[in-house]
């Protein structure tokens, strides 16, 4: 392997090392004949790990204005960077409208200095910015920019608000904290008490959980095809939240799962790879 594919497999390698299952997914979604596909995925980890792992505002903004100018002149020149050079090697990127590739990274920029949300509804449209964007994004590349990418979008905020809940003990400084005012008024919470167990914490992540649950019962209505990549993402989050809801100490479930894969996740992985092959004729 030459110094480029070095350099794209380590972003892969992040991407599969966050999401172990995708592993499975691969053997649907050939890395010879889809590269474009993988490379998105890394792609679309790139974006929110510095949307959402950096602390300081301007250090991420810096690193998001660089993906901003990559992905606005990829389409010239085939970009720098080792996923972008994959991207814009493949046909379909120049199908899609310049705005949709820039759109997850200017929603991204937008929301680094916001705060905790008053309720969940208002923390589920916050996310939906930066996660419907990559979603609409995915869903044009995987199928076509015919295709609704409502069910992606609400899944892909879903499967955020649920992993951001994950950091509760490392984001309790943080402006944006993964529970709603609403939610810390309810149960009496402080940030100092969102570091440490107790019944209140409980109460407020299983509260948390609820909501999530419920809203991605609602998702499974919404038109739309998801990518395989996304069916699998999808299925791991929702069984934990399911099963962290029903935990006695729910934050700990959540902390300690591990990505199941086994035989009911490559089911998964087959069902979603066929239905993309149909929608899509690949």
Do not use: C
């Not at 100018?69 to 389409?75: I, R």
């Not at 990559?134 to 015919?146: G, N, V, Y």
């Amino acid at each position: 392997m030459d110094a480029g594919g070095n350099a794209l497999q380590s972003y892969v390698d992040k991407w599969l090392a966050l999401q172990p299952a995708q592993r499975i997914a691969l053997a649907f979604v050939e890395p010879a004949r889809w590269p474009g596909h993988i490379a998105l995925a890394a792609l679309e980890q790139e974006i929110v790990g510095a949307a959402y792992g950096i602390r300081e505002p301007q250090v991420a903004a810096t690193k998001l204005n660089w993906w901003a100018e990559e992905l606005a002149g990829a389409g010239q020149g085939g970009g720098r960077h080792p996923l972008t050079q994959v991207l814009f090697d493949d046909d379909r990127a120049s199908r899609i409208d310049s705005e949709r590739w820039l759109a997850p990274v200017l929603a991204a920029m937008a929301q680094l200095e916001e705060g905790t949300a008053a309720d969940f509804t208002a923390q589920l449209d916050a996310a939906a910015q930066l996660h419907g964007a990559l979603a609409a994004l995915e869903t044009a590349w995987w199928f076509d920019e015919s295709a609704a990418p409502d069910r992606a979008a609400r899944l892909a905020a879903l499967t955020h608000l649920l992993h951001a809940l994950r950091r509760l003990d490392d984001d309790a400084e943080r402006d944006r904290l993964p529970l709603t005012m609403a939610a810390l008024a309810r149960h009496g919470l402080s940030r100092d008490q969102l570091r440490r167990p107790g019944p209140a914490r409980n109460a407020a992540v299983r509260d948390q959980l609820g909501e999530i649950t419920s809203a991605w019962r609602a998702a499974a209505r919404l038109p739309g095809p998801l990518s395989v990549f996304r069916a699998v993402e999808a299925r791991e989050a929702g069984r934990l939240a399911l099963r962290a809801a029903a935990a006695a100490e729910p934050l700990e479930t959540l902390q300690r799962a591990r990505q199941s894969g086994g035989l009911a996740t490559t089911l998964a992985a087959w069902q979603a790879a066929r239905r993309w092959r149909r929608a899509s004729g690949a």
